[in-house]
Nanobody
């Protein structure tokens, strides 16, 4: 069973950086691909980045490419999202999620979700 808990969201000025963390104490963490999603008010949930089970394959949305970096530490059952050069349009609730196999960016394919952490970027 997968239980995900995000942390690290807060108010930050444009141009600043944040690192989001997602913890999963479950024993099967290292077998899952993981993703970070975000949802702004009035908008659909969108995939920000995904990472395969080993951390060797990643994918980013065009809107964050070159600014965000996803990583994972399977020894600690953690996945991270380093966010640099933040923009006001990055403001959203950020969620981590788990999926059995790497490849999909569709929220409906991810079976386990955290509660979300709010990121607010002021201009």
């Amino acid at each position: 069973q997968v239980h995900l808990v995000e942390s690290g969201g807060r108010l930050v000025q444009a141009g600043g950086s944040l690192r989001l963390s997602c913890a999963d104490p479950g024993r099967a963490f290292s077998t899952y691909a993981m993703g970070w999603f975000r949802q702004a008010p009035g908008k659909e949930r969108e995939c920000v980045s995904i990472i395969n089970w080993s951390g060797g394959i990643t994918h980013y949305a065009d809107s964050v490419k070159g600014r965000f970096t996803i990583s994972r530490d399977n020894a600690k059952n953690m996945v991270y999202l380093q966010m640099n050069s933040l923009k006001p349009e990055d403001t959203a609730v950020y969620y981590c999620a788990a999926v059995a196999a790497y490849g999909s960016t569709r929220p409906s394919d991810f079976g386990a979700w955290g509660q979300g952490t709010q990121v607010t970027v002021s201009s």
